[in-house]
């Protein structure tokens, strides 16, 4: 069964001032741009009219040294509550309009049970293009109760991903550009490893978009299709930091493929280690 995750820049305006609609603006910086680039500034030199600031890096769980990884359900669900944000509500998610992060809010998002969860086709770039309003500056919501109900099925841990390549239950699907999963192009982050998980496919995320928004569904089908990928088994779906996995997964949701994890840690976990085995070249 197809599902459409994605809404329209007429369809937001028409709905900005809904009650039950919230936006939250998901913008990330790349890999490399981190320190060049600052976020919380975008944001508050211009956003959609009402839009919460959904900072993927300050909602990550920092205990563990790695980049992006879920919190635990009390701190997200404060978080949430603070930005005035109720699980009941329709969210809306938006990033640049290049579909890099807005598929890791809505990751998150439907891993802590949230109902109703769409994307802004085009991201920000779409709705000023249509020449839009926004809005500057911070915005001061009332609080609201939020809550989150983890759903552990939706995750793979680095145990799960060594017993995958050990018993190949399930299908690794990652995500990063063709240069790095073969390991001739170096990690943008430092200390890592080249090469990918042993037995992955690879899928890169950017083969799946287009204008901001996904593919249609015939197009997604062949492009997983054409990297060897069974839609009909199990996957789990990897990246550098589990931000562009998002994107593999909310294709394989559009696509109604059910049985699907995403490993949280990805590269950024198993090619730091000395105790993972990491494949080069090509599938």
């Known amino acids: 069964m197809m599902q459409s995750t994605f809404v329209s820049p007429a369809w937001l305006a028409d709905h900005l001032h809904d009650e039950d609609v919230h936006i939250l603006d998901a913008r990330m910086a790349p890999p490399g741009q981190g320190g060049t680039r600052d976020m919380a500034a975008e944001y508050l030199a211009g956003h959609i009219?009402?839009?919460?600031?959904?900072?993927?890096?300050?909602?990550?769980?920092?205990?563990?040294?790695?980049?992006h990884m879920m919190p635990d359900a009390g701190y997200f669900a404060?978080?949430?509550?603070?930005?005035?944000?109720?699980?009941?509500?329709?969210l809306v998610i938006y990033d640049d309009g290049t579909l890099f992060?807005?598929?890791?809010?809505?990751?998150?998002?439907?891993?802590?049970?949230?109902?109703?969860?769409?994307?802004?086709?085009?991201?920000?770039?779409a709705w000023k293009l249509q020449r839009l309003p926004l809005q500057l500056g911070e915005i001061s919501p009332e609080p609201t109760a939020f809550t989150a109900r983890l759903n552990?099925?939706?995750?793979?841990?680095?145990?799960?991903?060594?017993?995958?390549?050990q018993d190949g239950s399930r299908q690794i699907v990652d995500a990063r550009a063709a240069a790095r999963f073969s390991g001739s192009e170096p990690e943008p982050r430092p200390g890592l490893r080249a090469g990918h998980i042993p037995g992955s496919f690879n899928v890169p995320?950017?083969?799946l978009t287009d204008s901001g928004a996904l593919k249609s569904p015939d197009a997604?089908?062949?492009?997983?299709?054409?990297?060897?990928?069974?839609l009909d088994e199990p996957i789990t779906v990897s990246c550098g930091s589990g931000v562009t996995a998002s994107v593999l997964a909310l294709a394989l949701?559009?696509?109604?493929?059910?049985?699907?994890?995403?490993?949280?840690?990805?590269?950024?976990?198993?090619g730091s280690r000395q105790d993972t085995i990491?494949?080069?070249?090509?599938?």
């Not at 992060?101 to 770039?125: C, D, E, H, N, Y």
């Not at 990491?278 to 599938?283: A, F, H, I, P, S």
């Open 152 to 165: 552990p099925a939706r995750i793979a841990s680095l145990d799960d991903m060594q017993l995958l390549v």
């Open 220 to 230: 997604l089908r062949d492009v997983f299709t054409a990297h060897g990928v069974a």
């Open 205 to 207: 995320w950017t083969e």
């Open 49 to 67: 009219p009402g839009a919460r600031f959904f900072d993927i890096e300050a909602l990550s769980d920092h205990d563990t040294g790695l980049p």
């Open 253 to 270: 949701h559009t696509l109604g493929v059910k049985d699907v994890k995403l490993y949280d840690g990805s590269w950024s976990e198993w």
């Open 78 to 90: 404060r978080a949430m509550g603070n930005l005035g944000i109720s699980d009941r509500h329709h």
């Open 278 to 283: 990491v494949e080069t070249g090509n599938r």
């Open 101 to 125: 992060s807005a598929p890791r809010a809505w990751w998150m998002l439907k891993t802590f049970g949230v109902a109703q969860v769409s994307i802004l086709a085009g991201g920000l770039a």
